[in-house]
């Protein structure tokens, strides 16, 4: 039997609002356990909460770049349900009218276009950290509770179950994540969780549309975890229906080290979670001049700015596409051409040289050490003729690790090209000279010779001759 | 019988609380009684009657995102039943 | 007379006058608690050390010549759901028994800003769930009227102090008519302002929609003085009404001519004591003799609102009160996991009539019911507001009993929930509405204190007051005494 995968993402994201979503504490990631909190985000006795007005811009940030309708009239509800990480053991969230519903997101994999559905997007709170003692929460007899974290805004990120394989969700992943970043509304950090994504798995015959009996897979904490926990799940409810059996609906947690899914068979009993309206919150109505106000405000997002890349600067598609994956990489590049250099150039280093050292040493562009004018600098120098692609590259390795500018280093270690001739006449003769095998292939017709003698002329030169001038000259030598 | 003792049983897991076998009959009496009495709420019809859940027409109640300074940890943690290096301390948590 | 017996605005004018020092007025006051409070129970707490203090305080404003403010060194009782930083605040159930907030509500604070003096905090029904004051984990309060009847609830306390002498005004809250019914027991004035007039912040929650903050007084003069310190928007409460407060004082005139009262005849239906019919009709008869006029109107939806309701309020509450867990405030039954943590500690702690409600409404949410139950009650809610809507087209105020007999005796209804609850009837729709309504005393039966209620439309607490008032200044109900506080 042919199964295909039909694949629905729903990604919550943390945002990076200065306070909380109903309460003046701080959000700020990594504080003391229990040191953001108030009498409000505890959930005391009496407490009662107040929109931070933030939050529903982004949201409207949000659902407008997602393509979404914006509700006229959104409202909070509370899911009920018991857990030690939610003080007042209800989460305020919204059910029924949130605030964006019906939107849509291109995305595009081994060259093809897709379009994603989004349901829904959605305001609601986070809840506190559980830290346990053992190596796992169920192993440990006692577990401590920060809750720091609770009351921190969250959009809810709902799409259709319109992807179709593990590739094609982790390009949508990757997709939202840029524009989360675009927007400006979250750091979209996986490992700190301000990222964070839960996949519904099912399978069907391939061309039917029943959907299957769905998975849902929590605990996919990376761009890797997703891909693979999406693959393995795919292939389990695979190997069940190919031995008759049948999918259980339920959850199941990705164990990244193990490689495999595991059943969490309590949370099988269907949660009720008894939604009702927020008695302590009144209705959200955003009128049309304010959503078309922000609507205007919105910043450039990745689609626009990878054409832009292409119609301004003659980049291909593919080359747009990887800077602007980013939009730190965008940024990036975007100051490296302000300082006059070349587009294409840019974008050939930036996916080149700088991605393979920050993929080395696991950072992000914000990171590099190598600043965006540093990094103009060194392509002027190079443009200029002054050194060569080869001996940039080394220059290259020096700035990452000294910080210094291109032209000090060029300096100090006397790499400027010779481009003058005169100075390398004479190594070009003594090279001929030293090697008659090689001449005479050349002179045989065998092109590829000079490679060999250029070669030599280069060493001798430490890399510093230009290697068009002595490829020239070679030949003006060979043939004279 | 409107409700049944095992009605309320699934209720009483839903709220977290543990009744022996009398008092689960007890309340399941009463819950009865009052589920009866709410009953005449199905001789009206209610159609086309939008809900009421909030009695004011206020909307857009909002405050602006600033940062105000938290509880001193202390204070914070003056009621727990249990804690530990500044954490809330509870037992074992079995998953789901 | 003993300093007890005075209203806040007599002792106000006393302290002004300096006939009488605001520490001496608070001791007198404590000295009334001493001698009855072993008969009336109707603190749960005491912050006797911090009352004097305020009053010392008070004192030292006097003697520099300032002017102070009309509840400045009046000792009050605070119903014990008001969150008062430093001090417990328990809700009447053990679960909270050793809780102490580390914040205070804001009408707490309203009250600080104007030197009032706290003598303590006071009795309820558990988590304000009940009429009787029965339903306190602790210990029930009793009527000064008869100690051997209840004082109503779920401000129970608040009415049971002021009634016996042991505060000169006190703060309720009310939900389903806790804070009229109870002054209605106790021959008192009690209001239940507009929903979102008065702050709920710091207000433990039951049921948030329809729970209201209010005062309970010996007069409606006093009334309009504590109305006046705790009304007001506040930016901590969503659900705040966002206009200005009038100086309710200035309705304290004694003129109803033109005013039109509405008789609703699903409210003097069957089920009214005899006794408390004729009192209120009577009642009825007078404010028409001072020149009101009335109309006998129709509220077709009354006999839907006692079912709505308790199918909203326990909704709300099921969901308020699943914070009680253990976990990081009040009491804790310790566990072998988690689970059984939350459900040790809420079974052994929390109260039967607490738990039935908390079923009741989770059952009322569950899936599968939600629909038939909750969303129904919120459409008949919607209903019951219309009748209030309709009716205040034709007239300015709905007069109606407060409650359909006199204060009953301890342990004549805890054995039958739905009994209880039948109690509500005539104060549950103005909560169902969010409208402001008033109880106050019109008239005894067997010498037990009847309740007169008035009704008006949002933000209508100026025409309750002209109206009490002058229903007050033509009577003498006000200048009574329960048979407590003639008991030397």
């Known amino acids: 039997m042919d199964y295909e995968i039909v694949i629905g993402l729903e990604i919550h994201t943390e945002l990076k609002t200065h306070s909380k979503i109903f309460c003046g504490c701080s959000t700020k990631f990594g504080s003391e356990q229990n040191t953001n909190v108030c009498p409000v985000c505890l959930g005391l006795p009496g407490v009662l909460p107040v929109i931070n007005e933030k939050v529903v811009e982004f949201a409207v940030r949000v659902g407008l770049a997602l393509n979404c309708e914006i509700l006229p009239f959104s409202k909070f509800d509370r899911k009920n349900y018991y857990y030690p990480d939610l003080p007042k053991n209800f989460q305020t969230s919204q059910y029924d009218l949130p605030i964006a519903v019906n939107g849509h997101l291109d995305i595009e994999v081994n060259g093809e276009k897709k379009r994603i559905g989004i349901t829904r997007v959605h305001m609601e709170e986070d809840a506190g950290k559980l830290v346990h003692s053992g190596a796992t929460i169920t192993s440990s007899d006692s577990a401590l509770v920060d809750y720091n974290r609770t009351g921190v805004p969250l959009l809810e990120i709902v799409s259709e179950p319109d992807m179709s394989s593990a590739e094609e969700a982790r390009a949508y992943l990757e997709k939202v994540k840029a524009i989360l970043e675009y927007l400006d509304v979250s750091d979209c950090k996986m490992e700190e969780g301000s990222l964070r994504c839960d996949a519904n798995i099912s399978l069907r015959p391939r061309g039917t549309t029943t959907l299957g009996t769905k998975a849902e897979m929590k605990n996919l904490n990376s761009f890797r975890s997703v891909q693979r926990g999406i693959e393995y799940e795919a292939m389990r409810q695979e190997e069940v229906l190919e031995e008759g059996g049948r999918v259980v609906q339920e959850t199941r947690t990705w164990d990244e080290a193990k490689g495999i899914s595991l059943s969490m068979r309590s949370k099988e009993q269907a949660n009720d979670y008894r939604y009702l309206p927020e008695p302590d919150l009144v209705p959200i109505i955003v009128d049309p001049a304010t959503v078309e106000e922000i609507r205007l405000n919105l910043p450039e997002l990745p689609d626009a700015r990878k054409q832009r890349l292409m119609d301004g600067y003659g980049l291909s598609e593919y080359d747009a596409a990887v800077i602007t994956t980013s939009k730190a990489m965008a940024d990036y590049f975007d100051q490296s051409v302000g300082c006059n250099a070349d587009a294409k150039t840019v974008a050939n280093w930036l996916m080149g040289e700088v991605s393979k050292h920050l993929n080395n040493e696991g950072i992000s562009i914000l990171e590099c050490p190598v600043a965006p004018k540093q990094l103009a600098d060194l392509i002027a120098l190079i443009e200029k003729g002054t050194i060569s692609n080869k001996i940039a590259k080394a220059v290259f390795e020096d700035m990452w690790t000294s910080r210094k500018d291109a032209e000090v280093i060029v300096k100090e270690k006397g790499l400027v090209q010779i481009s003058d001739s005169s100075e390398v006449i004479g190594i070009v003769d003594a090279v001929i000279a030293a090697n008659p095998q090689s001449v005479a292939d050349f002179n045989a017709g065998k092109d590829k010779a000079i490679g060999f003698l250029v070669g030599q002329i280069m060493k001798q030169t430490k890399g510093r001759a230009n290697p068009d001038m002595v490829n020239s000259l070679l030949r003006e030598r060979l043939q004279g | ?96 | 007379m003993e300093l007890f017996k005075y209203t806040a605005h007599q002792l106000h004018e006393k302290l002004v006058s300096k006939e009488v020092s605001a520490v001496e007025l608070t001791k007198s006051v404590l000295a009334r608690v001493d001698a009855v409070e072993k008969d009336v129970q109707s603190y749960i707490t005491q912050t006797r050390e911090s009352a004097l203090k305020q009053a010392e305080a008070v004192d030292a404003k006097i003697g520099q010549g300032q002017t102070i403010s009309t509840l400045a060194g009046i000792p009050g009782a605070l119903k014990d759901n008001m969150c008062t930083q430093g001090t417990k605040t328990t809700c009447a159930s053990k679960i909270l028994a050793n809780f102490v907030p580390p914040y205070n509500a804001t009408v707490v604070e309203k009250l600080m800003a104007e030197d009032t003096v706290v003598i303590g905090k006071a009795n309820m029904d558990e988590f304000a769930m009940g009429g009787s004051t029965e339903n306190s984990g602790f210990f029930p309060s009793r009527n000064p009227w008869d100690l051997a009847t209840v004082p109503g609830g779920s401000s129970g306390g608040s009415a049971a102090a002021v009634a016996a002498g042991e505060a000169i005004w006190a703060l309720g809250s009310d939900t389903g008519g806790s804070i009229r019914q109870p002054a209605a027991y106790c021959g008192l004035v009690g209001m239940k302002p507009t929903y979102g007039r008065v702050s709920r912040y710091g207000l433990v929650a039951y049921a948030s929609s329809l729970d209201q903050i209010g005062p309970i007084t010996r007069d409606v003069t006093d009334c309009a003085h504590v109305l006046n310190v705790i009304c007001g928007h506040d930016a901590k409460d969503s659900t705040s009404i966002n206009t200005g407060v009038p100086d309710y004082t200035k309705s304290l005139v004694n003129d109803i001519k033109g005013l039109k009262i509405g008789l609703p005849r699903e409210y003097f239906a069957s089920g009214m004591d005899p006794e408390v019919e004729r009192a209120i009709n009577k009642a009825i008869e007078q404010l028409v003799s001072l020149g009101a006029e009335y109309k006998e109107i129709s509220m077709p939806h009354t006999e839907y609102a006692l079912s709505a309701y308790y199918m909203i309020a326990p909704a709300e509450a099921s969901s308020n009160l699943a914070r009680y867990d253990g976990v990081s405030f009040g009491q804790r039954v310790e566990g072998t996991d988690i689970v059984d943590m939350y459900k040790k500690t809420r079974s052994a702690f929390l109260g039967a009539e607490v738990k039935r409600r908390i079923m009741l409404g989770t059952y009322a949410l569950s899936a599968g019911y939600h629909d038939a139950y909750y969303v129904k009650a919120l459409q008949v809610r919607t209903l019951v507001k219309k009748d209030f809507d309709k009716a205040f087209h034709d007239v300015d105020v709905i007069i109606t009993p407060t409650a359909p007999t006199t204060a009953f005796k301890l342990g004549e209804k805890t054995n039958d929930p739905l009994a209880m609850y039948l109690q509500d009837v005539c104060t549950i729709p103005v909560n169902l509405a969010g409208v402001p309504a008033v109880s106050i005393p019109c008239g005894f039966a067997g010498g037990m204190p009847i309740g007169l209620q008035i009704i008006a439309k949002p933000l209508g607490e100026e025409t309750l007051i002209r109206t009490a008032y002058t229903f007050e200044q033509n009577n003498d109900y006000h200048k009574g005494f329960a048979p407590l506080l003639e008991v030397k």
């Open chain 2, 1 to 96: 019988m409107k409700i049944t003792c095992e009605d309320v049983a699934n209720v009483a897991l839903l709220s977290r609380l543990e009744f022996s076998e009398s008092e689960l009959e007890t309340f399941t009496g009463q819950l009865d009684a009052i589920l009866e009495y709410a009953d005449v709420l199905n001789k009206l019809n209610v159609d086309s009657v939008e809900p009421t859940a909030h009695v004011l027409p206020l909307k857009n109640v909002m405050r602006a995102d600033e940062a105000k300074p938290s509880l001193p940890r202390e204070l914070a943690l003056v009621n727990a039943p249990e804690q530990e290096d500044g954490y809330f301390k509870v037992p074992k948590i079995m998953e789901g």
